[in-house]
């Protein structure tokens, strides 16, 4: 009941948490004790028009990702927000790290660029720059397996995972971001009343056990 309530409060402070995947779980019981299994939900939250030029969003049926220079390797995120830093690079406005273009990392000029829904970028000029690179996998039950997270942001494969090449998987969308995923339902006052009867229960037999020990004292 203590990780249901506390995977509810995860989950609830990150209502305006963008591209945030909320984690759910449930119980097994094995030779009389009861343990926790957790998965996320890969459904994507609903889209956001913001109408900034580097905002962007991926439509690919919750397998879709873009990808991200982290310090260690590369992570895989639904949060589209992105800034030009001091030396010109496309970053994340959430950890400033580098979104990747199928040649590396993004350099752009100014902010006066045109994503199409393949990902292609374009400056004001009307030239390529890159393309976003978007990492569509194949399978949930794999995403599952494979991927780690320490936020419910960036994600990171523990495992090699399959993927599916090609536009045709995926759309993005320019001046619109994901939401998260994280929508109240009824599991969450469970989780909370269920939570809160236990720690009473316990309040309860450990006032009981005081009692008896001071009647039983001499």
Not at 64 to 82: A, E, N
Request: charged share 20%; net charge neutral; hydrophobic share 30%.
């Amino acid at each position: 009941h203590y990780e249901h309530q506390n995977n509810t409060n995860f989950y609830t402070i990150n209502l305006q948490t963008p591209g945030f995947i909320r984690r759910s779980l449930y119980n097994i019981k094995e030779n009389n004790e009861v343990s926790n299994q957790f998965y996320f939900k890969w459904r994507p939250g609903p889209p956001d028009y913001t109408g900034n030029p580097l905002d962007f969003a991926i439509d690919a049926r919750g397998k879709g990702f873009f990808v991200v220079q982290l310090p260690h390797g590369l992570g895989y995120t639904r949060d589209g927000r992105c800034r030009i830093d001091h030396q010109g690079h496309l970053v994340l406005v959430s950890g400033n790290y580098p979104l990747l273009g199928e040649n590396g990392r993004i350099v752009l000029e100014n902010d006066r660029i045109t994503v199409t829904s393949s990902g292609l970028i374009y400056n004001d000029n009307g030239d390529v720059v890159d393309r976003l690179k978007v990492i569509v996998f194949k399978s949930s039950d794999d995403m599952r397996r494979s991927l780690g997270t320490p936020n419910g942001v960036i994600f990171f494969a523990d495992f090699p995972i399959d993927i599916v090449e090609g536009t045709e998987y995926y759309r993005i969308r320019q001046r619109w971001i994901e939401t998260p995923n994280t929508l109240r339902s009824y599991d969450s006052k469970w989780a909370k009343h269920t939570y809160e009867s236990t720690v009473n229960t316990g309040h309860t037999i450990n006032k009981s056990y005081r009692t008896a020990a001071s009647l039983a004292a001499p």
